[in-house]
T-cell receptor
């Protein structure tokens, strides 16, 4: 079945540094990928939608300069947390619809990246 | 706007007992509804979905959900809980005219032997 690979699974970084998270669709092309953020024991909050070949669209309240998204190919989207601070510590999960951007397409999720900023 | 509400952040059942996880939705258009399961430190796995057609939807691992328009509900059930069912369960609705999903707050299922 369709698989979304997310890397790294966990990362610890110092405050002020940047961290890049990769999300790859392994056996399908993903023109769209979604990035979610999940705080402990809370639900997933949609941060942004990355679109292959165009700019990402960000949800209200998400700083686009802090969370840089690049969707350079049909199989790779990256999220870079710039100048990370402890409050950015969270679980970040990417996902992609397996049958293109049609309403009702189930999303396939990566296994998430736990970011801890010290 | 679309939203989902999951009633009960924690549900505990004995192994072999009925599992019932509640989800109510709000939608200005015919809803597309989903249930996902999340194991610790992992992404989400699709259990089942409802778009159109039959209102009783069967999913993986013996789970099923029934879409009830009159009650605006999409509750998840399983006749007999297994220890491996212990996880976090999320109900979600697709935003109108997009494939973005809005998730509920989740329900943690505990299964006791």
């Amino acid at each position: 079945g369709a698989v979304v690979s997310q890397h790294p699974s966990w990362v610890i970084c110092k405050s002020g540094t940047s961290v890049k998270i990769e999300c790859r669709s392994l056996d399908f092309q993903a023109t769209t990928m979604f990035w979610y953020r999940q705080f402990p024991k809370q639900s997933l909050m949609l941060m942004a939608t990355s679109n292959e070949g165009s700019k990402a669209t960000y949800e209200q309240g998400v700083e686009k300069d802090k969370f840089l998204i690049n969707h350079a190919s049909l199989t790779l989207s990256t999220l870079t947390v710039t100048s990370a601070h402890p409050e950015d510590s969270s679980f970040y999960i990417c996902s992609a619809p397996i049958r293109g951007s049609n309403r009702g397409s189930p999303l396939h999720f990566g296994n998430g990246t736990r970011l801890t900023v010290t | 706007a679309q939203s989902v509400t999951q009633l009960g952040s924690h549900v505990s059942v004995s192994e072999g007992a009925l599992v019932l996880l509640r989800c109510n939705y709000s939608s200005s258009v015919p809803p597309y509804l989903f249930w996902y399961v999340q194991y610790p430190n992992q992404g989400l796995q699709l259990l089942l979905k409802y778009t159109t057609g039959a209102t009783l939807v069967k999913g993986i691992n013996g789970f099923e959900a029934e879409f009830k328009k009159s009650e605006t509900s999409f509750h998840l059930t399983k006749p007999s809980a297994h220890m491996s069912d212990a996880a976090e369960y999320f109900c979600a609705v697709a935003l109108a005219y997009t494939d973005k999903l809005i998730f509920g707050t989740g329900t943690r299922l505990q299964v006791f032997p």
